[in-house]
């Protein structure tokens, strides 16, 4: 009698891992992975207004974001965020008046190429291009692969007064292939800003 009771719990656990095993199998053959994907992003058409005055500096920027004071402590008083609220998009934008002061100016440069250079960690690569703009304004732009919180930044200057840069960023590093709609849509806009930009 054990041994009887013993073949039908060995035969039942038997019958249960073969019944498992070909329900993993499909009938069409191989098991192909799907796709990763990503949420579907909805995003409005390219609009633009003109950045009210009282800056010294004024350019285009989408109807879709709002102008907000940059209120962090190292702040100056010309420094803006351009914010995205349905996109959880923000470019940062700084400005210095560099007073045909040399050492300012080279400061500045030094900043802007050191602002770049920390994501190196995170980031897969780092292209840079210059951008002419229509009225001759040249742009250093800096694409960004890879996990980081920054995937566009750029900055303009005619080296003896203005210096102008800018920065995309999002509240978190994600990967760039789930935002690249929303990076491509922001990086239009900021091209606009540049080809409309002017300083006062």
């Given at each position: 009698m054990p041994v009887f009771r013993l073949y039908r719990s060995l035969s039942a656990v038997l019958l249960f891992v073969g019944a498992s095993l070909t329900s993993c199998t499909s009938s069409g053959g191989d098991y192909t992975p799907k796709p990763k994907g990503y949420n579907r992003i909805d995003l409005p058409p390219h609009s633009y207004q003109q950045?009210?005055?009282?800056?010294?500096?004024?350019?285009?920027?989408?109807?879709?974001?709002?102008?907000?004071?940059?209120?962090?402590?190292?702040?100056?008083?010309n420094w803006i965020n351009i914010y995205y609220p349905k996109l959880g998009a923000n470019v940062q934008i700084t400005y210095t008046n560099v007073q045909?002061?040399?050492?300012?100016?080279?400061?500045?440069?030094?900043?802007?190429?050191?602002?770049?250079?920390?994501?190196?960690?995170?980031?897969?690569?780092?292209?840079?291009?210059?951008?002419?703009?229509?009225?001759?304004?040249?742009?250093?732009?800096?694409?960004?692969?890879?996990?980081?919180?920054?995937?566009?930044?750029?900055?303009?200057?005619?080296?003896?007064?203005?210096?102008?840069?800018?920065?995309?960023?999002?509240?978190?590093?994600?990967?760039?292939?789930?935002?690249?709609?929303?990076?491509?849509?922001?990086k239009k806009d900021i091209v606009q800003m540049l080809n409309t930009l002017k300083y006062q």
């Open positions: 950045l009210p005055s009282g800056r010294p500096y004024t350019f285009e920027y989408s109807q879709h974001a709002r102008i907000l004071r940059d209120s962090s402590y190292l702040a100056q008083p045909q002061n040399p050492k300012l100016y080279n400061k500045m440069m030094e900043d802007a190429r050191k602002l770049t250079s920390k994501h190196q960690i995170k980031a897969s690569a780092i292209d840079e291009s210059i951008m002419q703009t229509p009225s001759g304004m040249k742009v250093a732009v800096f694409e960004l692969a890879g996990d980081v919180p920054s995937q566009f930044q750029f900055y303009t200057t005619d080296s003896t007064k203005h210096f102008f840069r800018g920065a995309l960023y999002f509240p978190i590093a994600t990967a760039n292939d789930s935002l690249a709609p929303i990076i491509d849509y922001v």
